[in-house]
């Protein structure tokens, strides 16, 4: 899968974003708006550095495909994605290792959402619950 990035002003592609070797289901400024992050059915989640026009990482975050990645809102100084193998994984900032791995869905994870003041992790999965996270 590829995608691309237009210019509004022209609306011309200036860059395309190919690595990806299945559909992308989620994607996610950071807050400084210099990197994306896609999150696929590879099983892959991939961070473009659109000031390079490259892709900087390729994590194989998951056992199952990516429905949700979703950087913290305030300094992005970590990344959450979520999972079809029913976890999520939150990834800390700047080699993006995996710091946190949280299960208690018993279906997959379709959904999910950092609180504004990022102290809370809500997530929705196919076994008909949501759930809401906290640091303790």
């Not at 395309?16 to 950071?30: E, N, P, T």
């Not at 976890?87 to 995996?98: A, G, L, Q, R, Y």
Request: neutral net charge; charged residues 20%.
């Amino acid at each position: 899968a590829f995608g691309r990035v237009w210019d509004l002003r022209t609306g011309r592609c200036i860059m395309f974003l190919d690595g990806h070797l299945k559909s992308v289901l989620s994607l996610c400024f950071s807050p400084n708006g210099y990197v994306l992050a896609t999150g696929s059915e590879d099983n892959t989640i991939k961070l473009w550095d659109l000031r390079q026009r490259k892709c900087e990482y390729t994590i194989p975050a998951h056992h199952n495909l990516v429905s949700r990645v979703i950087f913290e809102k305030s300094a992005g100084e970590y990344l959450v994605t979520a999972s079809y193998d029913n976890t999520v994984k939150i990834w800390s900032n700047p080699e993006w290792t995996p710091i946190h791995s949280l299960s208690g869905h018993d279906g997959k994870i379709m959904g999910a959402d950092i609180s504004p003041n990022g102290k809370y992790l809500a997530t929705s999965s196919f076994d008909r619950t949501f759930k809401l996270w906290t640091p303790e």
